[in-house]
């Protein structure tokens, strides 16, 4: 199955996509993850360009559309979803690939819940299906901030696999987690 990463931060150590990759790294053999880079080039929204938009948004569009579903890592900026975030979802508001498209939601600082809230309503007014049990706070201490420290902490690489077999059960279509929950906190 074909999951599509997401994260919602363009700095260069950004532990949001650091998330993205180390859960590529970890996931089972039916997932195949890869994270896109590419919500950098899209432009900002304008709906005068939904008739024609640019190739930046076509590319964006036809990768959500391929993906079975999204894992999406961002931040929270001033109590709020990042604007690179809120950009791409923007671009996606009227596009039907993203109706009823699961979403598994990896909140990297569990304390800052605005923007994971923010997101979750932005995501059911666009129709998608964010699965619960995939989705919730990362336990990450303040040590683990980048790709090596993430695989070497058994909490976080716990975590990362629990929220993956359960995507992965939900896409099987075990729409219960049964009875096993992620190891990390549900927001």
């Given at each position: 199955?074909?999951?599509?990463?997401?994260?919602g931060?363009?700095?260069?150590?950004?532990?949001?996509?650091a998330?993205?990759?180390?859960?590529?790294?970890?996931?089972?053999?039916?997932?195949?993850?890869?994270v896109?880079?590419?919500?950098?080039?899209?432009?900002?929204?304008?709906?005068?360009?939904?008739?024609?938009p640019?190739?930046?948004v076509?590319?964006?569009?036809?990768?959500?559309?391929a993906?079975?579903?999204?894992?999406?890592?961002?931040?929270?900026?001033?109590?709020?979803?990042?604007?690179?975030?809120?950009?791409?979802?923007?671009?996606?508001?009227?596009?039907?690939?993203?109706?009823?498209?699961?979403?598994?939601?990896?909140?990297?600082?569990?304390?800052?819940?605005?923007?994971?809230?923010?997101?979750?309503?932005?995501?059911?007014?666009?129709?998608?299906?964010?699965?619960?049990?995939?989705?919730?706070?990362?336990?990450?201490?303040?040590?683990?901030?980048?790709?090596?420290?993430?695989?070497?902490?058994?909490?976080v690489?716990?975590?990362?696999?629990?929220?993956?077999?359960?995507?992965?059960?939900?896409?099987?279509?075990?729409?219960?987690?049964?009875?096993?929950?992620?190891?990390?906190?549900?927001?």
């Amino acid at each position: 199955m074909n999951i599509v990463a997401v994260s919602g931060s363009l700095r260069a150590a950004s532990i949001n996509s650091a998330v993205c990759r180390v859960a590529a790294r970890l996931a089972p053999p039916a997932l195949r993850i890869s994270v896109f880079e590419g919500l950098r080039d899209l432009p900002l929204f304008n709906p005068d360009l939904e008739a024609q938009p640019p190739e930046s948004v076509r590319h964006w569009r036809a990768t959500v559309a391929a993906a079975d579903a999204l894992l999406i890592a961002s931040p929270e900026y001033a109590h709020g979803i990042s604007g690179v975030m809120k950009n791409a979802l923007d671009w996606l508001v009227s596009f039907e690939g993203t109706v009823g498209k699961p979403v598994a939601l990896v909140n990297a600082a569990p304390r800052a819940h605005h923007a994971d809230d923010a997101l979750r309503e932005v995501l059911r007014t666009m129709s998608a299906d964010i699965v619960v049990q995939a989705s919730g706070g990362l336990p990450l201490p303040g040590h683990c901030t980048s790709e090596e420290a993430m695989l070497r902490s058994p909490e976080v690489r716990r975590a990362l696999e629990d929220l993956l077999a359960a995507l992965l059960r939900h896409l099987q279509g075990d729409g219960g987690n049964g009875g096993v929950g992620p190891s990390f906190p549900l927001a």
